[in-house]
């Protein structure tokens, strides 16, 4: 029996850590989020192991999951924040955090910096190129074309450095053109160390639970073809996703929407794209399957 992985969750403390983006204008998520409230949705959906993401770029985010992680064995994986801007820092807090088998990736929050070159500088690439070098994972967070136009340049610099794309790059679901994502995501697909989550899959107008299952068909339809699904990974992006519609309704739609895809392509899909890319610990995965089922 496959294992079913989430491959993108958060949790916060607000009393441990700051989060500037969040605010009035999220009201379903304006608080502190605990694992306690994910844990009945994923077993409720059959979901085995899930990996915890970060959502702020400081020290005690990370910190705060990895406590998170070791009190809940349903998280076989946590993507930290390490600062690629200062790439001895860097260095030194990825070795330290790796003692812990659950760190398995590292995200920066890049779409939250005014500079949309940013991902660009030499400080940063030299921070990406210790990623490179440890064969640590990076969780790329594309919100503008800029962004993704970014990537080809990224993976050529970078040529042994794993890149998963969140969200697929927030497509412009809702509104009247898909272009020039589409365009872009392809080009991005084109290195085969470019992989990307089939999450956060919400409209991209104003009210962002207003999208439909139909709306979804030709993203993922455009993923798989570009992709193909040994590098796609599902993830649920919650509780983000309390903002258009929840866990089970994103699930539900998902998986109408991948009815047509094969045994095997639905496994990678569903948590064996996942369980490779962050080269998740077998032990870790084992004792999740053993707290859910």
């Given at each position: 029996m496959s294992v079913v992985i989430d491959s993108h969750q958060h949790v916060w403390d607000r009393t441990r850590a700051r989060?500037?983006?969040?605010?009035?204008?999220?009201?379903?998520?304006?608080?502190?989020?605990?694992?306690?409230e994910l844990r009945p949705q994923l077993r409720a959906a059959g979901v085995d192991a899930?990996?915890?993401?970060?959502?702020?770029?400081?020290?005690?985010?990370?910190?705060?999951?990895?406590?998170?992680?070791?009190?809940?064995?349903?998280?076989?994986?946590?993507?930290?924040?390490?600062?690629?801007?200062?790439?001895?820092e860097a260095h030194d807090r990825l070795v330290e955090l790796r003692r812990d088998a659950h760190v398995v990736g590292v995200r920066n929050l890049i779409h939250d910096r005014p500079d949309p070159d940013w991902i660009l500088r030499p400080d940063v690439d030299e921070g990406l190129g210790v990623l490179e070098a440890?064969?640590?994972?990076?969780?790329?967070?594309?919100?503008?074309?800029?962004?993704?136009?970014?990537?080809?340049?990224?993976?050529?610099?970078?040529?042994?450095?794993?890149?998963?794309i969140d969200h697929l790059s927030k497509p412009p679901i809702g509104l009247s053109s898909d272009e020039p994502w589409r365009s872009l995501i392809a080009r991005a697909a084109e290195n085969p160390r470019v992989f990307a989550k089939v999450s956060g899959l919400y409209s991209a107008t104003p009210d962002a639970a207003s999208w439909t299952t139909e709306q979804l068909v030709p993203v993922v339809e455009h993923a798989l073809a570009s992709f193909g699904a040994e590098r796609l990974m599902y993830g649920g992006d919650w509780p983000v996703s309390l903002t258009a519609g929840g866990y089970?309704?994103?699930?539900?739609?998902?998986?109408?929407?991948?009815?047509?895809?094969?045994?095997?392509?639905?496994?990678?899909?569903?948590?064996?794209?996942?369980?490779?890319?962050?080269?998740?610990?077998e032990a870790l995965v084992a004792g999740a399957v053993a707290a859910s089922r």
């Open positions: 989060y500037d983006w969040l605010g009035p204008d999220l009201p379903e998520i304006d608080r502190s989020i605990f694992f306690d899930t990996v915890l993401v970060q959502s702020a770029d400081e020290a005690a985010d990370t910190d705060e999951m990895l406590r998170v992680a070791a009190a809940n064995p349903e998280i076989a994986g946590v993507v930290v924040h390490v600062p690629l801007e200062r790439p001895q440890a064969g640590v994972p990076f969780d790329y967070v594309a919100v503008l074309p800029r962004h993704l136009e970014h990537l080809p340049v990224l993976a050529e610099r970078h040529p042994e450095l794993s890149i998963v089970a309704r994103i699930w539900a739609a998902l998986h109408e929407a991948t009815a047509g895809w094969s045994e095997a392509e639905s496994a990678r899909l569903w948590g064996g794209t996942a369980q490779e890319f962050y080269r998740l610990d």
